[in-house]
């Protein structure tokens, strides 16, 4: 028994199984449809038209 949990210690943990890839791989889509939505979202929209007209006007475009 010894000798399992030395070699079990030894190896350790070298990355992600392919569980934890799936769980991280839902919870990156998941994040990038927040994202997403928050993004087309009218008031972001109109805060980015803000910042561009600014910035075009101060450079003078």
Known sequence: MRNVIA?????????????EYAVGTVAACGFGGVL???????TVRGMVEKVLEQAFSVFGG
Request: proline residues 0%.
């Open 7 to 19: 070699r079990i210690r030894r190896k350790g943990e070298n990355g992600m199984t392919t569980a």
């Open 36 to 42: 997403y939505q928050i993004l087309k979202s009218d």
